[in-house]
């Protein structure tokens, strides 16, 4: 075979499927080419999910005409600079694109159009590019006198209609285009943003805030929800140079996949294990495991501690010290779901407000009729009927309340005093005083500006495995020895990684030695595991080592044997509670760190505000 070199079309052919894999990695491209461009407010087109046509539209600072024939040749960019000895530094990269390949890549495979104003010129310019033929540059018009860019994309992949076989439904297309602009959107609060898709706005979103974090929490509400802001812990901190801000979710908010999870680093959005297995770390023994934070991160470094040239569509990095950023991410976390208090999701509190609604038939909100009055309602439940003879046997009685069934809430008339406090003190508690309690089950509290329902066995289950936490941390983690050690044989790298982090599983109970190529010897294991697979047991750290580089496994079995010990230790539901029990409870609740959820994620009180509660009954 003879070596030979590829013809320029098929060159560029081969690097255009590189970085365009398809429409939404198009417009990735594009946007950020756009924001590297200083630009203010982003437009963006689709249609038939991006297919048949792509426009981005910029107000940045455009392309002069002697320079549109040259930001369509591979390699040439604006963006890298040299330094005095004319060599260009790799390692200190600042901008979003950099390789000097989209424009290109594009122009080789679909009918681009590129009409820019620099800055300053008197006239708009439009270069033209077709299967990797160009015309032009020619005159074009130009709205305002504004500089600019827009390019215009129309049936990608044309000249090479193999990758269309590979295309998904144009729905699917779109949705994809959709969360990449989302992302891209998050990364920058401080620039508008539009998305129309077919003709339909799906995306509207213009900067607000006075400041950074006031603009990064109003994009987060914007593009991931009301809800999801609302519910999020902030997250400010920094270590060693490395900056790490954010809004990461409590767990009771927490989803079905990790789709809501977006790490941004230096202000480029990339897709990391990093975030995943910290996240899986973070929120281990409070979420369960088929359940995902909503996280939104965004970590500033030095260019120089971070390689963004590591694959050609620029969504990996590779960090310097992937330690330090792994530990700073994790602690971050912890602390902040840590120092939490008690919380509960405020979308929980208005779906439980909907759901009465619902059921009393009449909805809510009430609506109002003409002159702010309530208007005339008829509820469509029957009218209540006492038993038959219930009314006469309580009139035997000489109660109206004889021949009635039990009441399903049960209160109490004993002091209500915990530690001295009076009931009527206790209501500016977070968590308020005890009133009653449902079912047997859950703990009615009022607070100084509403109520409070706890679900006390899930709330008793947080607060047992905090203490066995903290017990086990005071007293260490009893070590079950190997009379006979436990020879595993496994791959050479699985047992390098393992026995590189023999020093950190010591600390959990878990004793590991070199036993030659290929082989560990297990000579102890945590007691509170009992008997273990230890192959296995192994082969799932060496695993989680390889994706996360963190240890997950033997974290996690330790929390869920600490978790159901936990379960099995708590008040359980079905078990009646005094007013002075139930006012225990509260109160230690709202001393103990991450008690607004049970060790599975699921909330451990629901919160209706006194407003919510008035409006339900029409009173407001």
């Known amino acids: ?93 600042v901008t979003m694109g950099f390789r000097g390949e989209a424009l290109p890549s594009i122009g080789a495979i679909a009918r681009l159009a590129i009409t820019s104003r620099a800055k300053d010129a008197d006239q708009a310019w439009t270069l033209r590019v077709e299967g990797g033929v160009l015309e032009g540059p020619m005159p074009a018009p130009w709205p305002n006198n504004r500089s600019g860019t827009r390019v215009e994309v129309r049936d990608l992949f044309f000249a090479t209609p193999a990758r269309l076989n590979f295309m998904k439904s144009p729905r699917s297309e779109s949705l994809a285009i959709s969360d990449m602009v989302k992302r891209l959107a998050l990364s920058r609060p401080d620039v508008a943003f539009t998305l129309d898709l077919d003709g339909r706005t799906a995306l509207k979103v213009v900067p607000e805030g006075s400041d950074a974090a006031s603009q990064r929490s109003a994009r987060v509400a914007a593009i991931l929800g009301r809800d999801a802001a609302a519910d999020a812990l902030v997250i400010d901190t ?253 791959e050479e790298a699985d047992c390098e990684r393992l026995l590189a982090r023999a020093d950190e599983f010591a600390r959990f109970g878990l004793g590991l030695e070199n036993f030659g190529r290929g082989a560990i010897a297990v000579t102890e294991t945590p007691a509170i595991l009992g008997k273990v697979n230890t192959h296995k047991l192994l082969q799932d750290l060496a695993d989680d080592l390889a994706a996360y580089d963190e240890g997950l496994s033997l974290k996690e079995r330790i929390d869920e044997v600490l978790a159901t010990m936990a379960c099995h230790g708590s008040v359980r539901a079905g078990r009646h509670l005094s007013i002075n029990e139930m006012n225990f409870l509260l109160r230690d609740m709202e001393r103990t760190p991450r008690s607004g959820q049970c060790n599975h994620g699921r909330p451990t009180f629901v919160k209706l505000s006194l407003t919510d509660i008035e409006r339900l009954f029409g009173r407001k």
């Open 1 to 93: 075979m003879t070596i030979a070199r590829l013809p320029p079309d098929a060159i560029n052919q081969i690097a255009a499927g590189e970085v365009i894999e398809r429409p939404a990695a198009a417009v990735k491209e594009l946007v950020e080419n756009a924001l590297d461009a200083k630009a203010t407010s982003i437009r963006i087109l689709a249609e038939d999910g991006g297919i048949s046509r792509l426009l981005v539209e910029d107000d940045g600072g455009g392309i002069p005409r002697d320079q549109l024939s040259l930001a369509v040749e591979r390699h040439a960019t604006s963006k890298l600079a040299p330094d005095a000895d004319g060599h260009l530094d790799l390692l200190n990269i």
């Open 238 to 490: 920094e270590r060693a140079e490395v900056h790490l801000t954010g809004l990461a979710g409590l767990p009771t908010a927490a989803r079905g996949d990790a789709r809501h999870q977006h790490l941004f680093v230096n202000g480029r959005p990339v897709k990391d294990p990093l975030l995943k297995g910290a996240a899986r770390a973070a929120y281990q023994d409070v979420l369960a495991r088929d359940r995902h934070p909503v996280l939104a991160l965004f970590l500033e470094m030095d260019p120089k501690l971070v390689d963004v040239n590591v694959h050609p569509a620029k969504t990996e990095v590779r960090f310097r010290d992937p330690a330090l950023v792994r530990g700073l991410v994790i602690g971050a976390l912890r602390h902040a779901l840590g120092s939490s208090g008690i919380r509960s999701p405020q979308a929980l509190g208005q779906a439980t407000l909907g759901a009465l609604g619902a059921q009393t038939g009449f909805g809510m909100p009430w609506s109002r009729g003409g002159g702010g009055q309530l208007s005339s309602y008829q509820p469509n439940f029957p009218a209540y009927q006492p038993p038959a003879g219930a009314i006469e046997a309580g009139r035997e009685a000489g109660s109206l309340l004889a021949g009635f069934a039990e009441p399903m809430a049960r209160t109490s008339f004993e002091a209500p005093t915990v530690a001295g406090a009076h009931v009527e003190d206790e209501t500016s508690y977070p968590l308020g005083a005890a009133k009653a309690q449902l079912h047997a089950t859950y703990v009615i509290a009022e607070t100084s500006d509403g109520l409070v329902i706890v679900d006390q066995h899930a709330a008793h289950e947080r607060l047992t495995l905090e203490r066995m936490k903290a017990a086990m941390e005071g007293q260490g983690i009893a070590r079950q020895p190997s009379l006979i050690p436990d020879i595993i044989e496994m």
